[in-house]
């Protein structure tokens, strides 16, 4: 499918976050109008003061639970490009799940509305990690490896199914990122789809 272009609307999900700023500004920059999901007005108070230069070509819509079924109907209507970035990041959860679930749910529910909704869309693009493919070392010095998009971070997976709770914050955060992007591909491969994924 060929590049969307300027001056084509993108959907940017958890747009207060780090990368998605960054994200948001380039592609105001490029000419493409911006619609951004937050979790609350609150939290979008920030980006529409410091986007307001763009006029309606920026916009923010409040998801504020992306677990949720259908969180993301509304906001994909209309769009022709999502970039999903939405996804927790920090080591505070006790239990894997509190990462693993809004990571899972929150890119298969985007996916789900634009399936349905996104009539328009073209290209999907996630923000994953290379915490989704690289493992921690099992040799001392680390030996060099190639790596490629057959790899998979199936320790972090391993860690977190075999000591739950009490697998390290890393991994925890690892297999959440791991388990979202495979979910993600299952999804295209099993459904009839409209436009192309991209993972990054």
């Known amino acids: 499918m060929p590049a969307v272009q300027p001056p084509s609307k993108v959907l940017v999900s958890g747009a207060n976050g780090y990368i998605a700023v960054w994200v948001v500004r380039s592609l105001l920059e490029k000419g493409y109008s911006v619609r951004g999901t937050v979790r609350s007005a609150e939290k979008g108070k920030h ?7 763009y006029g309606d070509k920026h916009e923010v819509v409040v998801v504020e639970d992306i677990t949720k079924a259908r969180a993301f109907d509304d906001a994909v209507k209309g769009v022709d490009a999502i970039e999903h970035t939405a996804s927790p990041f920090h080591f505070k959860c006790e239990d894997p799940e509190d990462l693993i679930r809004p990571a899972v749910d929150g890119t298969v529910g985007i996916l789900k509305s634009a399936l349905i909704y996104g009539s328009s869309v073209k290209r999907v693009v996630i923000t994953s990690s290379c915490a989704a493919i690289v493992q921690d070392s099992t040799t001392s010095p680390p030996t060099p ?56």
Not at 47 to 53: A, G, N, Y
């Open 145 to 200: 490896q190639f790596f490629s998009e057959l790899n998979w971070n199936e320790q972090a997976e391993h860690f977190v199914k075999t000591q739950g709770k009490a697998a390290a914050p890393s991994h925890k955060y690892r297999a959440s990122k791991t388990l979202a992007e495979k979910a993600a591909w299952r999804f295209v491969k099993e459904n009839s789809v409209g436009w192309d994924l991209v993972v990054i």
């Open 47 to 53: 980006l529409q003061e410091l986007f307001k230069s």
